[in-house]
């Protein structure tokens, strides 16, 4: 039992440094993504500004870039909330584990209390199982959406770099993340 423990403890942890690590790359994104925002909001008021060139090539290929970096710390952000999530459920599934083995008697030696209680706690570790599943499906399909967007993406930014007076369709507003 106490080899269990102390397994317990060092996941614990190591999910505990991972927790951390995360928060620390959330801020750090958080940042990043401001000082994206300032660039972006700077460039595109030049690029507007510039009606009768529609902008310099390298202009729209900063904004360009701009767009992508800030789609990249988007879906980190996104990956890491999930990464989050699913060590909160890894927590709660090995707290679970913790409890159930407190029920690790024969049937007939439990009390109508004991088996209502180790069932409660089987239920509760299904729910855990299935929500750390919903969130593996949740990856996997915005995996999925990502490589769809950046295709279309791509295809309206060569569009713009071919005809630069096609840039209104490929607008990006750089403060509309998080209300501000």
Known sequence: MRTLARRAKTSEMQRFHKAQSIQRRLEEIEVTYKELEDKGVVLEQVL???????????????????????????????????????????????????????YELDDSEKTVEQQAEEERVLQDMLEVVDMRNSLVAFLDENRLQEMESDEQQATSLLEVKRDPTASAGAQVYWASRHGS
């Not at 992508?68 to 879906?75: E, I, R, T």
């Open 48 to 102: 507007r500004g510039e009606e009768d060139s529609c902008g310099s090539p390298a202009m729209i290929d900063q904004w360009v870039h701009l767009v992508h970096q800030k789609n990249a710390l988007v879906s980190e952000e996104s990956d890491l909330m999930v990464a989050s999530r699913q060590l909160e459920l890894e927590d709660k599934q090995s707290t679970l584990e913790m409890e159930l083995r407190q």
